[in-house]
């Protein structure tokens, strides 16, 4: 019997939730997962937000904090990625 990747992509994934999701899931407020961390708070808003992806310890921190292991998190970024030209503002004006 054959399993089709994708649908286990799909399982996968829909196991997963966001840092938000699992703080409601459990009842944990914002000032509770930073004193659980010991992140500072600008990252874990940064990160509930998606405006930052955490490196592996803060990820662990995270999950650790929030109960779960951290493959259970979705860690996606939803910040779209801007395309920059040139060599940026170090190298004087960009033509």
Do not use: C
């Amino acid at each position: 019997m054959q399993h089709d990747s994708n649908e286990n992509h799909d399982k996968i994934r829909l196991e997963m939730e966001s840092i938000s999701q699992w703080m409601a899931k459990i009842g944990l407020n914002l000032e509770e997962l930073v004193e659980s961390t010991g992140l500072d708070k600008e990252v874990v808003e940064a990160v509930i937000s998606g405006n930052y992806t955490p490196s592996p310890l803060q990820r662990e921190s995270l999950a650790t904090a929030l109960g779960v292991s951290k493959n259970d998190i979705a860690w996606g970024h939803k910040v779209p990625v801007q395309h920059l030209y040139g060599h940026g503002p170090q190298f004087g004006r960009t033509p």
